[in-house]
């Protein structure tokens, strides 16, 4: 009995999103971009939702590419509204009233 024939994989979407991933490696991790705000933050939703997209469509034999645009545009945009949702938050909790000013103090050195 012999094994049922695989479809070949299409490598186009598996090869854009090994570079989308190791490009956030660099940003996120060796250059420590995370400065750049925003679009870290949408880079971060486009690898994150790009791994399944690309992944189907590189191994699913006509997995509508439709569905993969509209997957990235709504895992940009979740991470975007879930990131300013949190940093807003957090601020929030870790914010702390001011404190009045302090006298300065005096030495106490011996004249």
């Not at 996120?28 to 400065?35: S, Y």
């Amino acid at each position: 009995m012999t094994a049922p024939s695989l479809p070949a994989p299409n490598l186009s979407p598996a090869r854009t999103w090994l570079t989308t991933y190791l490009v956030a490696a660099v940003v996120f991790a060796v250059l420590d971009l995370a400065w750049l705000g925003l679009v870290a933050v949408r880079l971060y939703g486009f690898v994150t939702y790009s791994t399944w997209d690309l992944t189907s469509m590189a191994v699913f034999p006509d997995f509508p590419l439709t569905m993969v645009l509209v997957d990235l545009a709504w895992g940009v945009t979740a991470c975007v509204v879930v990131t300013a949702i949190t940093t807003r938050l957090l601020r929030s909790l870790l914010s702390t009233p001011s404190m009045p000013s302090m006298p300065p103090t005096h030495s106490t050195k011996a004249r």
